[in-house]
């Protein structure tokens, strides 16, 4: 499956354990935004680790599923911070 | 068309110009995050307000598109900062 993972941590050392952490899994596409293939044992294990690291109380993490990323087109306006893009 | 739009600006200014103006257009998910049904000419109007708000050297906006959000599903981990959520 395809996912999108946005996310909003309250303090800058959780943040960048969740940016450390999502870097080893997926594709950085903008400040707290990744994206990327991951099989369904992998999105668990993404999912398990991340409630792990956020405080559940104050951060906040939205991610968005899709069976195939066919499914939706992404589209940068201004500055496109990842310059290895590898989205069709 | 279903979107979701997530942006980074590197000016508070021009930030809060994006999140004033998407606020009307658009249902607010998360930090720099709306996301939203909206119409081809809609979808256009958007485009072109926000890149002139932008500064495309320094800022950047990435949109998702999707014919329809069924297609996606939305979860959230922790903090559900959109209390009124109508995402099926």
Redesign the interface.
Known sequence: MYI?V?Y?IADPKRGLKVLNYLRTKLIW?????FEGEVTNSGFQEI?FK??NI??????????????SKN???????????NKIDNFI
Chains 1, 2 share one sequence.
Not at 29 to 33: A, F, L
Not at 71 to 81: A, D, I, P, Q, S
Request: glycine share 2%; hydrophobic share 40%.
């Open positions: 999108i946005v909003d596409v903008q400040n707290s935004v999912l991340l409630r956020i405080d559940s109380l104050k951060d906040s993490v939205i991610y968005y599923t899709f069976d499914y939706t087109t992404r589209n940068v306006m201004g500055l496109n911070k």
